[in-house]
């Protein structure tokens, strides 16, 4: 399974951007999608997840700011950021988990620059 990402750039603080991943070869049903970020020095975390089904979990740092988002039938996870601010800078990566059988893939990264 292969996981292109794109979308990202420099906004000034209180723009927008939409995250696009796709997924592509061998996937799985059901699974999740979602986004994690990496903030320069700083561990990866969760942003976003996404199931097949639709349901979803946000890290408590953007729920209400961003949504996630899937097309299941392209294997397209979205994530829309409202409201940007300096603290969302970091590199964002997709990802898609299968449990059955237990697979877990990222993408490349994007970059995402929020100046203040």
């Known amino acids: 399974v292969q996981l292109q990402a794109s979308g990202g750039g420099l906004v000034q603080a209180g723009g927008s951007l939409r995250l696009s991943c796709a997924a592509s070869g061998s996937i799985f049903s059901p699974n999740t999608m979602g986004w994690y970020r990496q903030g320069a020095g700083k561990q990866r975390e969760l942003v976003a997840l996404i199931t097949n089904g639709g349901s979803t979990n946000y890290a408590e740092s953007v729920e209400a700011r961003f949504t996630i988002s899937r097309d299941n039938a392209k294997s397209t996870v979205y994530l829309q950021m409202n409201s940007l601010k300096p603290e969302d800078t970091a590199v964002y990566y997709c990802?898609?988990?299968?449990?059955?059988?237990?697979?877990?893939?990222w993408g490349q990264g994007t970059l995402v620059t929020v100046s203040s």
């Open positions: 990802n898609l988990r299968s449990v059955m059988p237990d697979r877990n893939y």
